[in-house]
């Protein structure tokens, strides 16, 4: 596609609910990453793929969270039983080798209650 | 690791007015990225700028590596500039390093 697709674009979920957040990178992009955003922050960096490897897992929080890119192209970032400090943005971003402008979603702003 | 560091942190102009946005990083760097987060949330890759310099309309950027530090020149502003602007450089993996971020409003 012509940009970065996430979806859904607003999640409330109630506290010990699983939920998954999907992005969809620009169309032949070998980078995937995924960051989380506080309100008033800098993004954080969660994870990188590169084509369907899990290059760099070290910014997942915890194990609650999962991220997987099973054919290279769509991705989806999960989190197991979600608590009131996962409440944020998150944000996707692709790029073409990882190394030049990066394209972001407009991010899931994910709500715990 | 690398440090990062942007200033100012607030910025209020009137519509019309330049402005000069700077980000200092610690250590040398392969890369460094200028993003524009718009009051919406969307993050807008603005500059793609490791070193020298690069304009784009009323936007331009220099990046002085080994000084360690890159500038961003917002010209002419309109209401449409506010937001955070974000300098991200990373070293040498991927991973980009975010500042605080500058905040500008501008005021019609």
């Known amino acids: 596609g012509a940009g970065v697709s996430q979806s859904p674009r607003y999640k409330v979920a109630k506290r010990g609910q699983d939920v998954a957040l999907r992005c969809d990178p620009i169309s032949g992009h070998v980078s995937l990453f995924w960051y989380q955003q506080a309100l008033g922050q800098g993004p954080e960096f969660l994870t990188y793929f590169q084509n369907e490897a899990q290059l760099d897992k070290s910014g997942l929080p915890s194990d609650r969270f999962f991220a997987e890119r099973p054919e290279g192209s769509v991705s989806t970032l999960k989190i197991q039983r979600t608590q009131q400090e996962d409440s944020a943005v998150y944000l996707c971003?692709?790029?073409?080798?990882?190394?030049?402008?990066?394209?972001f979603g407009s991010g899931t702003r994910l709500t715990v209650v | 690791g690398i440090q990062v560091e942007q200033s100012p942190p607030d910025l209020i102009l009137q519509e019309g007015a330049n402005s000069t946005l700077r980000c200092n990083f610690s250590?040398?760097?392969?890369?460094l990225q200028w993003f524009h987060q718009n009051p919406w949330g969307q993050l807008i890759n603005l500059f793609y700028?490791?070193?020298?310099?690069k304009q784009n309309g009323r936007l331009s950027a220099t990046t002085v590596a080994t000084e360690r530090y890159s500038l961003l020149y917002i010209s002419s502003s309109q209401t449409t500039d506010s937001g955070v602007y974000f300098c991200a450089p990373s070293g040498s993996n991927y991973q980009l390093i975010w500042g605080a971020g500058t905040k500008l409003i501008i005021k019609p």
């Open positions: 250590d040398s760097v392969n890369n």
């Open positions: 700028i490791p070193s020298g310099t």
């Open positions: 971003a692709s790029s073409l080798d990882g190394k030049y402008g990066y394209t």
